[in-house]
């Protein structure tokens, strides 16, 4: 079975401040996605970032990384020169990439981000 | 291209009564998945369709439960009768099968249903 762990339950930081979230996972899968949601106040679901388990390069989008590590089952995430904007709920989540996976997602317990001004 | 509309919002209803649920998915999509949002279980999936079909209902919680996909446009979770544990935020998402062995496996999620179960 497919488990994902984010064991910070909420992170407070000041604006401009980095902001790093932790994200641990359980696969038998050998191949496998790894995504990132963000949850706003407003309470919808919006998509990160997704990363393939095949390709370990770790990137850079805007103020966005992520830093994912196949021998040990983590897929952290960070946000550089936190901004207001970012307080949300962000979920880590794990899929299966076969074609009869059905695209499932199994999410983490979320990481609450609340940045003050 | 409009995202996966979900309607109502919001619903609150009484113990007892039924429940329907709406989902349009994004044009093209052809996985539909239910999840459902609450502070004691986080996101869990309920069901989803490929297709139209139905592949895999094991998280459907009880036979109070149900969905149907009757075209690749729409879709509905029902539940008959509702009961306060039902209270939670209900979530419809699509994607879209890549191919070439691997699916694209990016869900796009609506904005949620908030059903309060009074």
């Known amino acids: 079975a497919q488990k994902v762990t984010q064991a910070q339950t909420e992170i407070s930081v000041v604006e401009k401040e980095d902001v790093t979230l932790d994200c641990v996972y359980e696969t038998r899968d050998t191949t496998y996605y790894l995504f990132w949601y963000k949850q706003p106040p407003s309470g919808e679901l919006v998509f990160l970032i997704r990363?393939?388990?095949?390709?370990?390069q770790n990137e850079i989008s805007g103020r966005y990384s992520w830093n994912f590590q196949k021998s040990t089952s983590s897929f952290n995430f960070t946000i550089t020169a936190s901004q207001v904007v970012d307080s949300a709920v962000y979920f880590c989540?794990?899929?299966?990439?076969?074609?009869?996976?059905?695209?499932?997602?199994?999410f983490g317990g979320g990481t609450r981000v609340l940045v003050k001004p | 291209d409009a995202g996966v509309i979900q309607s109502p919002r919001h619903e609150v209803t009484e113990m007892g009564q039924e429940v329907t649920l709406r989902c349009k998915p994004i044009s093209g999509h052809d996985y539909l998945f239910w999840y459902r949002q609450t502070m004691m279980r986080g996101l869990e999936l309920l069901i989803y369709f490929n297709n139209n079909v139905p592949i895999d209902d094991s998280g459907m919680p009880e036979d109070r439960f149900s969905a149907k996909m009757p075209n690749a446009s729409f879709s509905t979770l029902k539940i008959q009768p509702s009961e306060p544990r039902d209270s939670a935020v209900y979530f419809c998402?699509?994607?879209?099968?890549?191919?070439?062995?691997?699916?694209?496996?990016?869900?796009?999620f609506g904005a949620g249903t908030r059903l309060s179960v009074l």
């Open positions: 998402a699509s994607s879209l099968d890549g191919g070439q062995g691997l699916a694209k496996n990016i869900q796009y």
């Open positions: 989540a794990l899929s299966e990439a076969g074609r009869t996976a059905g695209n499932k997602l199994t």
């Open positions: 990363r393939n388990s095949f390709d370990e």
